[in-house]
Each structure stands twice: as structure tokens, then as C-alpha cells.
């Protein structure tokens, strides 16, 4: 007995000295090796400031801006809300359907010539997606370029710059940050 004791109390001490300390330490220095931007959060900095993170989306609301994707991380893309982390309502549940139904209709009522791209109504997986497709950029093209008192030619340019291909050209869907495309926008064309 006692010896099984012993056996259990060792393998709990080298497990937890193992995938508890060293495990975590080996893979944040590794991280930190060969990824330190996407270690560190993708932080973008202006001017010596941190204005927002390549790897979370945030909330925009002014028709001068992009929207992201609805986030289902609380009251907007807070990555340590206690809701981080996509809803688990299902394709029933009343409450999704009324809030993509309101989101559909305010999209169309914006829109109502063009399709309403899926990921402008869906929360991702994470619920803090900082991209969307490009037919979601290509869908709001024209409210930015009204409210900038831009061209949308100029505008669609401009999406075409943040449009990045699928990864090693088969991984992943063609996307645009939405972050990076308004900290572009505001700064080559300031809103009036």
C-alpha cells in the first residue's frame, strides 16, 4: 500500500512539474522565439499608444467605419469577459433568431440592393473574429464611402490593400482586418 502511495504522490509531482511548469514555460518562450508579435497580443501601436490588437476585433458603430462581425464576448470584443467564447445557442433558440433577424433588417434597411453576407450576422467560433470576408467589406463599401465623402472606387481599393489571401494559398478563406482597414482609413482619409 504504501508503495502504490508513493508510486501516485511521484507521478503527481513530475506530472505537475512537467505539464505545469515547464510545458507552459517551454511553449511561451517558443512563442516568444518565433512568434513574439502574436505572442505579445499583435498589439498596434500609433505614436508609442496601443490603439488595438491585430488578433481582436473591436466594436465600431459609426457609419464611417467597417463592422466587424457581432461578437458573442459580452459587451463588445472583451477577450476576459466571462462570455468570451461563441454563445451555444442553437439554431432555434428565440434569442439568436430575434438578434440576427434585427441585425438582418438593419443590414438590409443600409443595403437593400445586395445580399447580406453571412459573417455580418454570425458571431465566429471565438467571438472576438478581428476579420470578415471580403463580400462583408465589398457590403459596406457604400455607407463608409457616403459618410467619408469618398469615392467607392477609392474605398474598394483600399479593402483590396487589407484583403489577405488564404494562408500558404490553401489554408483559411480570403479576409480582411477590420482593425488594421479603419486605422488605414482615418488616417488616409479622416472622417468630416
Keep these: 500500500m504504501k508503495q502504490h502511495l508513493r508510486t501516485a504522490i511521484l507521478i503527481t509531482l513530475v506530472t505537475t512539474l512537467l ?3 515547464l510545458y507552459p514555460l517551454a511553449v511561451a518562450g517558443l512563442g516568444q522565439l518565433f512568434f513574439p508579435s502574436q505572442a505579445n497580443g ?12 491585430r488578433l481582436i476585433g473591436q466594436p465600431f458603430s459609426s457609419d464611417a467605419y ?11 470584443y472583451d477577450p476576459v469577459a466571462a462570455s468570451g467564447g461563441a454563445s451555444n445557442l442553437g439554431p432555434t433558440n428565440k434569442q439568436l433568431v430575434d438578434r440576427v433577424r434585427s441585425d438582418v433588417e438593419k443590414l438590409h434597411a443600409e443595403n437593400p440592393a445586395a445580399a ?30 457616403k459618410s467619408r465623402q469618398m469615392s467607392e472606387t477609392d474605398l474598394r481599393a483600399l479593402v483590396g490593400k487589407h484583403t489577405l489571401a488564404r494562408q500558404l494559398g490553401i489554408f483559411g478563406e480570403p479576409r480582411v482586418n477590420v482593425v488594421e482597414l479603419n486605422l488605414e482609413l482615418d488616417a ?5
Design 66 to 76: 467597417f463592422h466587424s462581425r457581432p461578437s458573442a464576448a459580452g459587451n463588445g
Design 19 to 21: 505539464f505545469g511548469l
Design 116 to 145: 447580406i453576407p453571412v459573417d455580418l450576422v454570425t458571431t465566429s467560433g471565438s467571438g472576438l473574429d478581428p476579420e470578415i470576408s471580403p463580400a462583408a467589406a465589398e457590403f459596406q463599401i457604400p455607407r463608409v464611402a
Design 188 to 192: 488616409s482619409h479622416p472622417k468630416h
Design 42 to 53: 499583435g498589439m498596434i501601436l500609433q505614436n508609442g499608444v496601443v490603439v488595438g490588437s
